[in-house]
């Protein structure tokens, strides 16, 4: 739990750094996901997915992702935490922005 405490602070303190930029890409993109998470064919259903894009330019940007899944089953409960980060290129357009990440971690 303290690790992503640490991580969470670290993407906030790194979107706060952009905003000075120059106003044809966003400061800084956030996202938050519901995640249905699989491994050795047990179903963990209950997962969340947190990530920032600090854009470097209009089609450039470095993310920063975090996730989490918890299963409880037969009174044992699992809890799985990741983080990772990497690039993430963007082809921005009037009405929708899709994107392309690669996130190591």
Known sequence: MKELLCISSFILLASIVSLAQDKDKPTAE????????????????????????????????????????????????????????GPQFTIRTPKVAPYFRLVFG
């Open 30 to 85: 956030v996202t938050g996901a519901y995640q249905f998470f699989r491994t050795n064919g047990v179903n963990v259903s209950r997962g969340w997915d947190a990530s920032v894009n600090i854009p470097a330019n209009n089609w450039f940007g470095v993310v920063g992702d975090i996730w989490g899944a918890t299963q409880s089953d037969s009174g044992v409960s699992t809890t799985v935490y990741a983080a990772g980060g």
